[in-house]
């Protein structure tokens, strides 16, 4: 058996993508796999300290924040920044919801794994 070196393993082209209509925004949007810091990123935006010290959920704006962090161009590059989440949650509940639900199954995230990660971080 041969083992992958790390040249190898860097240059994987492994962030997979799927285009969605979104009708509501009158065209398609590419939804791509989150690399390991964005999970975390985004995983970290699920909780808030609260001044003693506890961490709790905040699922504010959960929705907008997942396709914040997935909808990419057609060179792969991120099109919203975290500035742009409060801008995205005012769009169309149906639209989020589809794009939502198509990062989320892409990339792994059940609702059990969300708030998981909002309980366990």
């Given at each position: 058996?041969?083992?992958?070196?790390?040249?190898q393993i860097l240059s994987a082209?492994?962030?997979?993508?799927?285009?969605?209509?979104v009708p509501e925004w009158g065209?398609?949007?590419?939804?791509?796999?989150?690399?390991?810091?964005?999970r975390d990123d985004y995983e970290?935006?699920?909780?808030?300290?609260?001044?003693?010290?506890?961490?709790?959920?905040?699922?504010?704006?959960?929705?907008?924040?997942?396709?914040?962090?997935?909808?990419?161009?057609?060179?792969?590059?991120?099109?919203?920044?975290?500035?742009?989440?409060?801008?995205?949650?005012?769009?169309?509940?149906?639209?989020?919801?589809?794009?939502?639900?198509?990062?989320?199954?892409?990339?792994?995230?059940?609702?059990?794994?969300?708030?998981?990660?909002?309980?366990?971080?």
């Amino acid at each position: 058996m041969s083992y992958l070196n790390k040249q190898q393993i860097l240059s994987a082209q492994d962030i997979e993508s799927v285009d969605v209509d979104v009708p509501e925004w009158g065209g398609t949007v590419r939804v791509a796999l989150m690399s390991g810091a964005a999970r975390d990123d985004y995983e970290g935006s699920l909780i808030r300290l609260a001044p003693d010290g506890t961490a709790h959920r905040d699922l504010t704006n959960i929705r907008a924040k997942l396709v914040a962090v997935c909808l990419v161009d057609d060179k792969g590059e991120r099109l919203f920044s975290e500035s742009d989440v409060k801008a995205l949650g005012a769009k169309s509940c149906a639209a989020l919801d589809r794009v939502y639900h198509v990062a989320a199954r892409l990339n792994r995230l059940t609702q059990g794994e969300v708030e998981n990660a909002a309980k366990n971080s």
